[in-house]
C-alpha cells in the first residue's frame, strides 16, 4: 500500500462495500451458508502450505523482534492448529442457524399482525491480537449467522491473516456469496482503527478481542457500539456447613485447571465458621498444586507461610497459580465482596443451604453465577451453544458467552389490510 | 452549589450510589414496585402547586432568554400534564413485571441445570431535553424495572425537574426503597455530563432523548454503552398495481397525522406502473392537507407545479409537512432507495402481491417493515407494550420500541452438585 493513502478513504471504501455486501448475505439460506462454510474448510486444507509458507514470514520477523517465546507460540500455525480452523469450519456448519426465528408474534386488537425477527446484526468488526485462528473462529460465525465481518488482527500476524482471509474471500466468491462479506484489513497503520471506530454509518458492532488496554482503547475511541470482555475477576464462596470435599474439588479446579483463562478462580471467600476447619486442608491442597495463596489478616491467622493480600489483591485478574483469599462473617459479607470487587464474570458458592443458594444467585451481580459447581463452565461449549465469539462482561444486547444467538437483532415485521392511526 | 466544586467527585459520588442502590432495589417484588409507584402518583398529585410554582421560575426564565414560544409550550406543566404524569405512574404500575421472567432453562450430558433469567440492567442514565415530564416517564420505567436511574434534564427545565426528583426521592424513601434509586442531577455545567459519560465502571446504559445533535455528543463522548434514537427517514412505498386508496389513506395518514415524530413519513415511492394514474390525485389530497411535496425528474414529469427533490431531500427527516416524492423502476430499485437513504426506522410497503411483501419484509433493513400499514404504527404503545422509554434506531440489544423488556438484561444461574471441568 502507498504511503501517501488516505487511510479514511480506504477504511471508509471497505465498511460501505461491507454494508452493501451484508443486505445480501442476509438472504441466503442456511443450507446455502452452511455449504459455504464447508467449502472454506476445504479451501484452507488443500492451502495448508501457503497458509504455514505465510505464517513462517511472521514467525521469522517475530523472532527478529524478539518477542516473546509464548507470543511466537501463540502466532506458530503447526499442521495441527491449521486441521483445527478447517474443522472449525465444518463444526459451525452443524450448528442451528438462528436466523428466521420468530421471536414472538402476536395480533392487536386493531387487526394488525406482528412478528419479531431474528435477523443478521448486519456489519461486524473484529479486532484481535496476534492468534491468527481468530480470523477463522470469527469468519464461521459471522457468516453463519448471515453478518459481514470487517477484521483486523495483529501487525505480528498479518502474512497470516491476509493469505487466510484471501482464500476465505477466493472460496465465498466462487460460492456466490457477496465477495465483500469478508475483508481484512491489510494495513497495521493504528490510524486506520481509529478511523474504523468512528464508522457507525456502516458497521454495527464492533467486537475487540484481547487484553484489557486494547479493549480501554477500543471502548475509547469508538461511536460504534462495543461488546467487550474487560476482565475475569470470579470468586468462589465456601459457605458455613459446606460440604469440604466439594468444596476443594471445585477450589482446585476452577484455580488450577487452565489458570490462564478468563472463568479461573481469582478470590477465594470463606465464612468464618468454615474457615477453622477447612483453610489449612485447603491451602495445603493448592499449594500441592503451586498455587501461591495471599490471604487476609484471619486467613493468615489460620494458616502460616502465607503472603498478605493488599487491596489491590481483590480486584487482580491473576490468570497464573496466585489466590487471593479472604475470610468473611457471612453470605451478605461474601455477596457485598464480590460485587464491589468483582467484574461481573463468573462467581459461585458451594453450599447446602437452598435457601444461602437462590439468595446467592439472587444477588450477585454476574453474567452466570454458579451453585455447587466450577467457575470453569461459564463458556459457550459449555453451556451447548457449539461455540464461541467472546464472553461478554456487558450486560447490553450479550452478556456472558455470546454465540450464534447473540450475533443475531432482530426487526418486527407487521401486516396489515390498511390500518391508519387515529 | 459552590462553584469551586470538583465536578467528576460529584458526579462520581452520585453514580456509586446509583450502583449501590440498585443492587438492592433489584430485589424488590413487583407488588412492592407497584405499591412504590401508586405512592410516587399520589405524590405528585398532592404537591401540583409546588410543582407549578418550580414550573413558573423556569418559564420567567425562559421569557427572559427569549425563548421561542414553541420551547416555552413544551416547558410549561399545566394541570392536565401534571395529571398526566399521575397517571403514567399509575399506568406503569399495571404493568407486567419482565424481572425474573425464564428466558430459557436446559439441563446439561454433565447434569449441570441452567437457567436464562431476566433481570434489571443496573444502572441507568437518562440525558434529555426540555420536556419535564421525561423525569416522571423514565423514572416510572426504570424503577418497575428495577433500575437505579440518574437523569441530567436540560437547563430550562431545572427547577421542574429538581422538585420532581425530590417529591419521587422522598416518596421512595418512605416506601422503604434506596433512596438513591432515583437521582437528578441539578447543576447544569456541561462539564458535569462529560464526566458523567465516563463512568462505565458504575453506570450500565446511557439513554439521551433529544434533538440529532445532543444525541451525536453522547455518543461521541461516552465509554458507556448508548441506546440511541437517531432519526426517522421514513418511506412509503406504492406498489404496482397496489390499490389507491389503500395508498392514500396510508400515506396521508403517515405524513400528515402527526408530521413532527419520528415514525411520520418522510419519503413516498411509487412503481412507474402506478405514478402516472395515481400521483396525480394522491398529490392532490397531500397539497389539500397543506403538503409541500418535493418530487424527483419523473414525478415532476407527471404532475406540475411541485419543487424538485435535490439529493439532500432523500436522507432528511423533515418532521413537517413536507414529502419527498420518488417514481422507482421496481420494488427492488424501492429496497435499496430505502436501504441506502433511511434511517432503519419505520418503513411500509402498499401492495397486493403477496411475494413482493415478503420480499420487502425480508430485505429491508428497519425496526419495523409494514405492509398496508401506517409507519406510525412503530410506537410502544400501538405495539402493545404498554409503554416506551423511546424508540431505538440501533440495531444491539432493543432495536424500535423500548419498553419495560427492553430495559432488563438476563444472567445464568447454574446449578450443580460438585460439577468440575475436565
New interface residues.
Given amino acids: 500500500m502507498e504511503n501517501n493513502i488516505n487511510f479514511k478513504d480506504y477504511i471508509t471504501k471497505m465498511a460501505q462495500a461491507a454494508r452493501i455486501a451484508s ?1 445480501e448475505l ?2 441466503f439460506s442456511t443450507a446455502e451458508k452452511n455449504k459455504c462454510l464447508k467449502a472454506i474448510a476445504k479451501a484452507i486444507e488443500a492451502n495448508k502450505d501457503s497458509i504455514k509458507a505465510a505464517n513462517n514470514l511472521d514467525i521469522k520477523k517475530a523472532k527478529e523482534d524478539g518477542l516473546s517465546s509464548a507470543m511466537i507460540d501463540r502466532l506458530t500455525l503447526t499442521d495441527k492448529r491449521i486441521q483445527g480452523m478447517v474443522e472449525n469450519f465444518e463444526q459451525v456448519a452443524t450448528l442451528d442457524d438462528p436466523v428466521g426465528d420468530i421471536i414472538k408474534s ?1 395480533e ?1 386488537p386493531n387487526g ?1 399482525k ?1 412478528s419479531k425477527i431474528r435477523v443478521p ?2 456489519v461486524i468488526g473484529i479486532i484481535f491480537e496476534s492468534r491468527p485462528n481468530v480470523t477463522c473462529e470469527a469468519v464461521s460465525l459471522c457468516l453463519k449467522s448471515g453478518n459481514a465481518v470487517i477484521l483486523r488482527g495483529g501487525k505480528e500476524a498479518l502474512n497470516s491473516n491476509v493469505i487466510l482471509a484471501k482464500i476465505i474471500s477466493q472460496t465465498i466468491g466462487e460460492q456466490k456469496f457477496p465477495y465483500k462479506s469478508v475483508q481484512m484489513i491489510d494495513n497495521i497503520n493504528r490510524e486506520i482503527v481509529n478511523e474504523f471506530l468512528k464508522l ?1 454509518d456502516y458497521i ?2 464492533i467486537i475487540p478481542r484481547g487484553g484489557e488496554s486494547l479493549i480501554r482503547a477500543v ?2 475511541n469508538s ?1 460504534i ?3 467487550k470482555h474487560y476482565k475475569g475477576v470470579c470468586h468462589t464462596y465456601i459457605d458455613e456447613n459446606a ?1 469440604y ?2 468444596a476443594e ?2 477450589v ?3 484455580k488450577t ?1 487452565r489458570p490462564g483463562v478468563c472463568n479461573a478462580l481469582e478470590t477465594l471467600l470463606i465464612h468464618e465458621k468454615s474457615a477453622g476447619a477447612m483453610l489449612p486442608e485447603l491451602i495445603k491442597a493448592l499449594k500441592s498444586k503451586g498455587v501461591e495463596i495471599r490471604g487476609c489478616e484471619k486467613t493468615k491467622a489460620i494458616v502460616n507461610d502465607i503472603n498478605s493480600a493488599t487491596k489491590e489483591d481483590w480486584s487482580a485478574e491473576y490468570l497464573e497459580l496466585i489466590l487471593a483469599v479472604k475470610v468473611v462473617k457471612n453470605i451478605d459479607e461474601a455477596i457485598k465482596h464480590i ?1 464491589t470487587y468483582g467484574s461481573k464474570h463468573s462467581d459461585a458458592i458451594v453450599t447446602n443451604n437452598n435457601h444461602n ?1 437462590a439468595k446467592f ?3 450477585v ?10 467457575t ?3 463458556d459457550g461449549g ?3 451453544f457449539g461455540a464461541e465469539i467472546g464472553i461478554s462482561t ?4 450479550a ?2 458467552p455470546m454465540a450464534l444467538e447473540e450475533l443475531t ?14
Fill in positions: 443486505l442476509a438472504n402476536w392487536r394488525l406482528i446484526i448486519g457507525n454495527d458492532l471502548v475509547q461511536t457500539p462495543v461488546i460440604d470435599q466439594t474439588n471445585i482446585i479446579n476452577a485447571q460485587n443458594a444467585m439472587q444477588r451481580d454476574a453474567s452466570a453465577v454458579f451453585v455447587n459447581a466450577s470453569r463452565f461459564n459449555e453451556f451447548g456487558d450486560k447490553l444486547h452478556r456472558g437483532t432482530y426487526k418486527y415485521l407487521v401486516k396489515g389490510e390498511g390500518q391508519i392511526r387515529s
